[in-house]
């Protein structure tokens, strides 16, 4: 798995990813996200439309568990991630992760569609 941060989006931070999503390439990316120092002033839309996903139901569980560590500075943080993903087997494994998510300080959405999720980012 490859990515990359674009941190030139005035609302959000879009991380690139392509390749087989692995768990520790996905918790590398994570963490390299959550380091950046405009991290809790902007969302994140995370395009994985050209990536596979190769995770099992214990490797989203480990992900949540990575993200549960995180406690935000700000009381108020941008806590929007939308996740761009090919097609719906691929939004299917993404919606499990959010289940798994709910009780983290984030609010996470699946889309098929770009555009949409860039709508939900900027939205008040």
Request: glycine letters at 4%; a positive charge.
């Amino acid at each position: 798995m490859e990515y990359k941060l674009d941190t030139s989006h005035e609302k959000y931070i879009e991380v690139t990813v392509s390749g087989v999503i692995k768990k520790l390439s996905i918790i590398a990316a994570i963490s390299e996200l959550m380091q950046h120092p405009e991290y809790s002033d902007k969302h994140t839309l995370w395009d994985m439309s050209e990536a596979l996903v190769g995770l099992g139901i214990g490797d989203l569980k480990e992900i949540a568990q990575v993200l549960r560590q995180f406690k935000p500075q700000k009381k108020n943080f941008a806590n929007k991630s939308a996740i761009v993903v090919p097609n719906q087997t691929h939004k299917a494994i993404v919606d499990i992760f959010i289940t798994m998510a709910t009780h983290l300080p984030f609010k996470y959405r699946a889309f098929n569609d770009k555009e949409k999720a860039k709508f939900f980012l900027c939205a008040q």
